[in-house]
């Protein structure tokens, strides 16, 4: 089994001592930094961003091609690991001989080491592994007084400093899609520059209110999602997306996919906070409004295709949405690409 080591929470640094253990070719442009590996001992991308001073964000998508460990070394002050796994399970342990613990697909975890002792992640060979993580660093004074640090210290710290601080929680899918809409930025220069730290900082906060919420309540396998299912959530609302002519309903939608009607509903509300029939009809609207953009369909047309019947209905839901009528939108795109 090979080791890498990451001495630092600094994105350069983090992604200079990955390159000096598995190569590859390193990109860089405003403090993000990405690591292309294609060599026999790994495939695949790390990349990793510096959010502010004290935040740095990591993300893996990549296959070791042998077993590996990656071993986070404490610093002066023992930083915070708010981890979340996509694809894949993340093998975790405090120290390389100590007890590992299973971070599975749509899981999250907040992982403490007490003082000199390192956070380590292990990683079987030939196995895509997706798993991102938001390092908190303790190390600088400076921040002492920083709010949300000192709130984060306060939180994620346990009473004896000889023991270390570990939660495992509750699947989340809002996480996922907040890493999906991350990895699929194309603005370049500052605005992508503040997208990707609003976005990053989205992703902490919902790692943090997955700790708070499931410390208010109890959860248990009653009423509550497995991962399969919620594997199946998602290829669900995928096929609504991919489809949305279809006419749904509930009880062919649990049909097709085998959850009763209340797991859907736990589900949607899970993955995008809204009903099925919410989530149908505002797939509904959006993609009849990119038809708008990129179509010469008329309004009649656009509603048939998307599989509504009442044009009255489709007006009152898009104005709802985007405010103001379809046809309104529509004659706007039409003088824009008339004065382009």
Same mark, same amino acid.
Do not use: W
């Given at each position: 089994?090979?080791?890498?080591?990451?001495? #630092?929470?600094?994105?350069?640094?983090?992604?200079?001592?990955?390159?000096?253990?598995?190569?590859?070719?390193?990109?860089?442009?405003?403090?993000?930094?990405?690591?292309?590996?294609?060599?026999?001992?790994?495939?695949?991308?790390?990349?990793?961003?510096?959010?502010?001073?004290?935040?740095?964000?990591?993300?893996?998508?990549?296959?070791?091609?042998?077993?590996?460990?990656?071993?986070?070394?404490?610093?002066?002050?023992?930083?915070?690991?708010?981890?979340?796994?996509?694809?894949?399970?993340?093998?975790?342990?405090?120290?390389?001989?100590?007890?590992?613990?299973?971070?599975?697909?749509?899981?999250?975890?907040?992982?403490?080491?007490?003082?000199?002792?390192?956070?380590?992640?292990?990683?079987?060979?030939?196995?895509?592994?997706?798993?991102?993580?938001?390092?908190? #660093?303790?190390?600088?004074? #400076?921040? %002492?007084?920083?709010?949300?640090?000192?709130?984060?210290?306060?939180?994620?710290?346990?009473?004896?400093?000889?023991?270390?601080?570990?939660?495992?929680?509750?699947?989340?899918?809002?996480?996922?899609?907040?890493?999906?809409?991350?990895?699929?930025?194309?603005?370049?220069?500052?605005?992508?520059?503040?997208?990707?730290?609003?976005?990053?900082?989205?992703?902490?906060?919902?790692?943090?209110?997955?700790?708070?919420?499931?410390?208010?309540?109890?959860?248990?396998?009653?009423?509550?999602?497995?991962?399969?299912?919620?594997? &199946?959530?998602?290829?669900?609302?995928?096929?609504?997306?991919?489809?949305?002519?279809?006419?749904?309903?509930?009880?062919?939608?649990?049909?097709?996919?085998?959850?009763?009607?209340?797991?859907?509903?736990?589900?949607?509300?899970?993955?995008?906070?809204?009903?099925?029939?919410?989530?149908?009809?505002?797939?509904?609207?959006? &993609?009849?409004?990119?038809?708008?953009?990129? &179509?010469?369909?008329?309004? #009649?047309?656009?509603?048939? &295709?998307?599989?509504?019947?009442?044009?009255?209905?489709?007006?009152?839901?898009?104005?709802?949405?985007?405010?103001?009528?379809?046809?309104?939108?529509?004659?706007?795109?039409?003088?824009?690409?008339?004065? %382009?």
């Amino acid at each position: 089994m090979k080791t890498l080591h990451i001495k #630092s929470t600094s994105a350069r640094k983090m992604i200079n001592d990955l390159q000096e253990h598995i190569g590859g070719t390193t990109t860089s442009l405003n403090q993000e930094y990405v690591l292309t590996v294609d060599n026999d001992l790994a495939y695949g991308s790390i990349t990793a961003v510096s959010i502010k001073k004290s935040i740095t964000y990591i993300a893996f998508d990549i296959e070791f091609k042998k077993d590996f460990r990656l071993v986070n070394t404490i610093l002066k002050s023992s930083p915070i690991y708010f981890t979340y796994c996509s694809e894949g399970q993340v093998e975790h342990s405090f120290s390389v001989t100590g007890k590992t613990n299973t971070l599975d697909a749509f899981q999250t975890a907040i992982l403490r080491s007490k003082e000199t002792v390192n956070n380590v992640y292990h990683f079987e060979k030939d196995i895509l592994f997706k798993f991102s993580t938001v390092v908190v #660093s303790t190390d600088d004074v #400076s921040l %002492a007084n920083n709010d949300l640090n000192a709130k984060l210290n306060e939180l994620f710290t346990t009473k004896n400093d000889t023991e270390h601080f570990a939660y495992f929680g509750s699947y989340n899918l809002k996480i996922s899609e907040k890493i999906k809409q991350l990895e699929a930025i194309k603005q370049q220069g500052v605005v992508r520059r503040l997208l990707v730290e609003s976005t990053v900082q989205t992703i902490l906060a919902l790692e943090i209110q997955q700790h708070t919420d499931d410390l208010e309540v109890a959860r248990n396998t009653f009423g509550s999602l497995c991962k399969d299912e919620m594997e &199946t959530v998602k290829d669900v609302s995928q096929f609504i997306t991919n489809y949305p002519e279809k006419q749904y309903t509930l009880k062919y939608l649990s049909t097709k996919s085998g959850l009763t009607p209340s797991k859907l509903q736990e589900g949607f509300k899970l993955l995008h906070d809204r009903t099925v029939t919410d989530f149908i009809r505002n797939v509904r609207v959006e &993609t009849a409004e990119n038809l708008i953009k990129t &179509t010469d369909l008329n309004i #009649s047309e656009i509603v048939y &295709t998307v599989g509504l019947t009442s044009r009255s209905y489709f007006s009152k839901i898009f104005k709802e949405k985007y405010n103001c009528s379809p046809k309104q939108y529509q004659d706007n795109q039409n003088s824009l690409a008339a004065t %382009a």
